[in-house]
């Protein structure tokens, strides 16, 4: 069974230009759309995915209809192979049914993935150069070792409470919590 799926950006377009190449193709069923594809919660995408079934072919009039990117889509297509499903497109003439159509996924596959590896490694270079130079990643420290000095010396009087000891030091109980674990008890 061919099921399709169309997708317009916003309430005011008209998906039939997508809706008269669907049934065309064959479509028995079509899940229609009125979203951004950036939007991640499309439940017509959602629907249409949990209707099809092993040996079923979802269609689209054009790729850009079920993704926005090509991580999506990959994961997409993969999750439908995964389960036994076809995928066409139907402007990029693009058939998963075809060893043609596997090879293109497959070679979109491995792009992604070098993308990935790409990234990955452009990350790594920039913290290992960063950290040459004497930078260090990750969110500033909230409380400095003066910070932790004084805490220390209010919470040494046993009449000023936790809680009041990190509000003036402007972090929440919890933060102060995180440098002194155990509060008073582990006081040095």
Not at 142 to 157: F, Q, V
């Amino acid at each position: 069974m061919f099921v399709g799926y169309a997708r317009v950006s916003s309430q005011d377009q008209n998906p039939e230009l997508q809706l008269d190449a669907l049934k065309a193709a064959g479509c028995e069923k079509i899940f229609v759309e009125k979203a951004s594809g950036a939007q991640r919660d499309r439940p017509e995408l959602t629907a249409a995915l949990n209707y099809t079934r092993s040996g079923d072919v979802l269609v689209v009039w054009k790729l850009d209809r079920l993704a926005r990117s090509l991580k999506q889509l990959i994961s997409t297509i993969e999750n439908l192979e995964g389960r036994g499903i076809g995928f066409r497109s139907l402007t990029e003439s693009i058939d998963t049914g075809t060893s043609g159509g596997r090879l293109f996924f497959h070679i979109f596959g491995a792009l992604a993935e070098f993308e990935r590896n790409i990234i990955r490694e452009r990350t790594m270079a920039g913290l290992e150069a960063a950290k040459v130079r004497g930078r260090v990643g990750g969110r500033p420290r909230a409380l400095s070792d003066e910070d932790l000095i004084a805490a220390k010396a209010m919470l040494a009087d046993e009449s000023i409470k936790f809680a009041d000891v990190a509000k003036r030091l402007s972090v929440s109980p919890a933060t102060l919590y995180r440098y002194l674990p155990g509060g008073r008890s582990r006081l040095d």
